[in-house]
C-alpha cells in the first residue's frame, strides 16, 4: 500500500514544478473623458474603460496646488458641479494614468468693452478713447469699438436695430468692429465660444447728438429803416455755430424783383463772429420810395450744410419831399414849445414883479412869502430843463440831417447857429440867479431876498429874449430850406429821369416797369412846381425881388414839363418807345 504513494522526496519535488504562475497586471488605465473644457456648473464623470476587474483605483484631482484623493466606485467618479479647471490622474496598485485637464470656462461674456470716437473732420475734435459700451456722439461720429471676452470665442456678431454683423477677430478672445450711427439706438454683442455656448444679450446705447444749426442775427438796426443820401446801411451782426461756419451770405431784393445773393464771409473757423457790414445801395438804381427787404444766412461746416437766416428787414428810401417834411414838422414842434415856454416866463416875470413889489414894502419875510417864492424857483426850473432838452433835440435833428446829406452847407450851418442859441437859453447866469434866490430864502433874509429877485428879473429877461431870437431864426431859415427844398427835388428828379432814360434805350425794363417810374417822376415835377409857389409866397417883394423873379419865371415853365412828362407816360403805356424817348429829352 505504502509503495502506491510516491516518497516524500517525489512529493516536493512535484510541489515545486506545480507552483502557481506570476499575474500579469495592465501597466495603462485608459481614462474618459481625457482632457475637457466644460462650463461652469457641469457634471463630468471620469470613466475607466476596461478596468482590470478586482482592482481598486483611486482618482487624484487639484484646483490648486494641493493634490486630492478619493476611491473610485465601479471604476467611476463624478464631479459635481464642477467650478474651476481641474487637473487630475488614476492610480491603483501597479500603474498610474496620464494626467488630465478639465477646463471649466464661464458662458462667454464681453470681459472688456471700449471704444474710440472719431468725430467729423470739420469738428477739429481730436479722438476720444471712452471705456464701456454706452456711448454719446455727434451725429457723423465713427466709433472704433473694440471687446476682449472671458473665453476663447469661435464667433463674435454685433446686433443693432436687428441687423447681425460679424465683428473682426484680432486674436483669441479679442474682436474689433467700426460703426457709423445714423440714429440714437441700443445694441448687444453676440459670442458663441469654442463650446457653441452663447452669451447673454447685454444691451449698451448709442446716444447721437445732432450737429446744433447755425445761429445768426442782425443786431442792429433792429427795425425797419429810411435810407439817407449817402445810401449807406451798417449792419451789424451776429453769427455762431459750435464748430465754425462755412458760409454766411447777404440776400437782398428790390421791391418785388429776384433776390441777389452776396458771400460776405468764407470758412470761418471761428464759434463766434461779429461784424459791421456797411452795405452800399449806390448801385441799385433806387427811386424814392423803393424798398429794399434783406435778411442774413449763415451755413455751418457740417455735411448736411445746415443753416439759419435772419428776420427779413427793410430799407426804404424816402423822397426829398418826405425829408423836407419831416425837418419842418420837428422844427414847427419845437417852435411851438419855444413859444408856449416864452408865455410861460413872461407868466412866471409877472408874478416875480408883483411879489418883488410886495416884499419892498416888507422888512421880514413870513412862511407865505417863502413858498410862493419856491414854486416860482420850481417852476422856473422845470421851465430851464424843457429848455434844455428841446436843445438837445434840437442837435440830434441838425446832426441826423448833416448825416442824410440833405441840406447845404451853409443851411446846416445857421442850424447849428439856433442850436448854439437855444444851449444858451438856460445858461449859468440863470442858474447862479436860482441858487441865490434859494440860499436867500433859506436864510429868511428880506433884503438878500430882494437882491435876488432884482438878479432873477434880468436873468429871465435875457432868457425871455434868447427865446424870442432863436423863434425868429427859425422863422427866417424856413425861406432857405425852401429854396433848398425846390433845388434837391430838382436835382432828384433830374436823377430820376436820367435813369429813366438809360433804362428806356437799354430795355433793360418792360413798358410797364418804366411807364410806372414815368408817372413818379411826373408826380415829382407836381410837387417841385407846388414847392417853388411856397418859395415865392415867402418872398419878400424888395428884398428877395431878384430872386422871386426867376421863380416865377421857372414856375411858367413846369407846365410845358409836365406836359412832356405825361405824353411820355402815355407813349410807354402804349409801347411807343421813340416817341416817349423824345418827351424824355425835351
Known amino acids: 500500500m505504502l509503495s502506491a504513494f510516491p516518497s516524500y522526496k517525489e512529493a516536493a519535488h512535484f510541489f515545486r514544478l506545480s507552483s502557481l504562475p506570476q499575474i500579469e497586471h495592465k501597466s495603462e488605465i485608459d481614462l474618459k473623458p481625457g482632457n475637457l473644457t466644460v462650463v461652469r456648473g457641469t457634471d463630468v464623470q471620469i470613466i475607466i474603460s476596461e478596468p482590470e476587474p478586482e482592482v481598486a483605483h483611486r482618482i487624484f484631482y487639484r484646483q490648486h496646488d494641493l493634490w486630492r484623493e478619493n476611491a473610485m466606485e465601479d471604476n467611476k467618479y463624478i464631479f459635481k458641479h464642477i467650478e474651476k479647471t481641474t487637473e487630475y490622474f488614476v492610480e491603483n496598485d501597479y500603474t498610474i494614468s496620464d494626467t488630465f485637464l ?91 465660444d469654442v463650446l457653441g455656448n452663447n452669451s447673454h444679450p447685454i444691451q449698451y446705447e448709442i446716444k447721437l447728438n445732432a450737429d446744433k444749426k447755425p445761429e445768426i442775427e442782425i443786431v442792429k438796426p433792429l427795425a425797419d429803416t429810411t435810407l439817407t443820401q449817402n445810401m449807406l446801411l451798417p449792419i451789424l451782426y451776429l453769427a455762431a455755430d459750435d464748430f465754425g461756419l462755412k458760409e454766411i451770405n447777404f440776400y437782398f431784393y428790390k421791391n418785388s424783383d429776384e433776390k441777389s445773393k452776396l458771400t460776405l464771409r468764407k470758412k470761418l473757423n471761428k464759434s463766434l463772429w461779429k461784424e459791421n457790414y456797411v452795405w452800399d445801395l449806390s448801385n441799385l438804381s433806387l427811386f424814392p420810395g423803393d424798398v429794399v427787404s434783406y435778411f442774413l444766412e449763415a451755413i455751418d461746416n457740417s455735411s448736411q450744410k445746415q443753416n439759419a437766416k435772419t428776420s427779413i428787414y427793410t430799407a426804404r428810401l424816402p423822397s426829398i419831399e418826405e425829408i423836407y417834411a419831416e425837418v419842418a414838422a420837428e422844427e414847427d414842434n419845437r417852435k411851438q414849445s419855444l413859444q408856449e415856454s416864452k408865455k410861460q416866463v413872461e407868466g412866471i416875470q409877472e408874478e416875480l414883479e408883483e411879489k418883488r413889489r410886495e416884499l419892498m414894502k416888507k422888512d421880514e419875510l413870513d412862511w407865505k412869502d417863502k413858498q410862493d417864492l419856491q414854486q416860482l424857483m420850481k417852476e422856473e426850473e422845470n421851465l430851464s430843463n424843457q429848455v434844455q432838452q428841446l436843445a438837445e433835440n434840437y442837435q440830434q435833428m441838425v446832426d441826423k440831417l448833416e448825416k442824410n446829406q440833405v441840406l447845404s452847407a451853409e443851411t446846416l450851418e445857421k442850424m447849428e447857429r439856433i442850436s448854439d442859441l437855444m444851449k444858451e437859453i438856460s445858461d449859468e447866469k440863470l442858474q447862479e440867479a436860482m441858487d441865490k434866490m434859494q440860499k436867500s430864502l433859506e436864510n429868511m433874509d428880506a433884503e438878500e431876498v430882494k437882491a435876488a429877485l432884482e438878479d432873477m428879473k434880468f436873468s429871465l429877461e435875457e432868457f425871455n429874449e434868447k427865446i424870442e431870437r432863436t423863434l425868429h431864426m427859425l422863422e427866417d431859415i424856413k425861406k432857405e430850406q425852401a429854396l433848398q427844398k425846390a433845388s434837391d427835388i430838382a436835382e432828384e428828379m433830374q436823377k430820376m429821369q436820367e435813369e429813366l432814360n438809360k433804362k428806356t434805350s437799354d430795355g433793360s425794363e418792360n413798358n410797364e416797369q418804366l411807364a410806372k417810374k414815368q408817372k413818379a417822376i411826373k408826380k415829382k415835377s407836381e410837387a417841385l412846381q407846388k414847392q417853388m409857389q411856397e418859395a415865392t409866397d415867402m418872398m419878400n417883394d424888395k428884398k428877395d425881388a431878384d430872386m422871386k423873379e426867376q421863380l416865377e419865371e421857372m414856375l411858367k415853365k413846369m407846365d410845358d414839363l409836365k406836359k412832356d412828362l405825361a405824353e411820355a407816360s402815355e407813349n410807354l403805356q402804349q409801347n411807343d418807345k421813340q416817341k416817349a424817348m423824345q418827351n424824355q429829352q425835351n
Request: overall charge negative; hydrophobic content about 40%; charged content about 20%.
Open 102 to 192: 478639465l477646463e471649466v470656462l464661464e458662458l462667454p461674456a464681453v470681459k472688456e468693452i471700449s471704444g474710440i470716437v472719431k468725430f467729423p473732420s470739420y469738428t477739429r475734435l481730436p479722438d476720444q478713447k471712452v471705456e464701456g459700451g454706452n456711448f454719446e456722439v455727434l451725429a457723423g461720429s465713427k466709433i472704433e469699438l473694440t471687446i476682449k471676452a472671458n473665453n476663447p470665442i469661435q464667433i463674435a456678431n454685433i446686433v443693432m436695430n436687428e441687423e447681425v454683423q460679424s465683428m473682426n477677430r484680432l486674436g483669441k478672445s479679442s474682436f474689433q468692429f467700426t460703426l457709423t450711427p445714423l440714429e440714437s439706438c441700443n445694441y448687444y454683442i453676440n459670442l458663441t
